[in-house]
Nanobody, 114 residues
Framework: QVQLVESGGGLVQPGGSLRLSCAAS?????MGWYRQTPGKERELVAT???????NYSDSVKGRFTISRDNAKNTAYLQMSSLKPDDTAVYYC???????????WGQGTQVTVSS
């Protein structure tokens, strides 16, 4: 029912920055990103509930910042001080208030390399 459209991935040098966007087709309660590298398990990156506080994995704390624009039903992930280990496909995630179902974006590739 809810569609998520991601954008902002690309190639960046170590130490650089990227900003990911995820636009939802309607109001959602929790939004965030997971990332996945071939051969590794899916990893939580950051989540944030509507009008709430962000949550981050230890690996990105201090470097990534998640924010939301409720008027646009959009979440943003500002990624700074990027490292090669951040290379992955980043998938936007969302869930509506009181719902058991979840929604996923199409994924966007982030590559950190010299």
């Amino acid at each position: 029912q809810v569609q998520l459209v991601e954008s902002g991935g690309g190639l960046v040098q170590p130490g650089g920055s990227l900003r990911l966007s995820c636009a939802a087709s309607g109001s959602v309660y929790r939004m965030g990103w997971y990332r996945q590298t071939p051969g590794k398990e899916r990893e939580l990156v950051a989540t944030m509930v509507r009008d709430g506080s962000p949550n981050y994995s230890d690996s990105v704390k201090g470097r990534f910042t998640i924010s939301r624009d409720n008027a646009k039903n959009t979440a943003y992930l500002q990624m700074s001080s990027l490292k090669p280990d951040d290379t992955a496909v980043y998938y936007c995630y969302a869930r509506r208030l009181g719902a058991v179902s979840e929604y996923w974006g199409q994924g966007t590739q982030v590559t950190v390399s010299s």
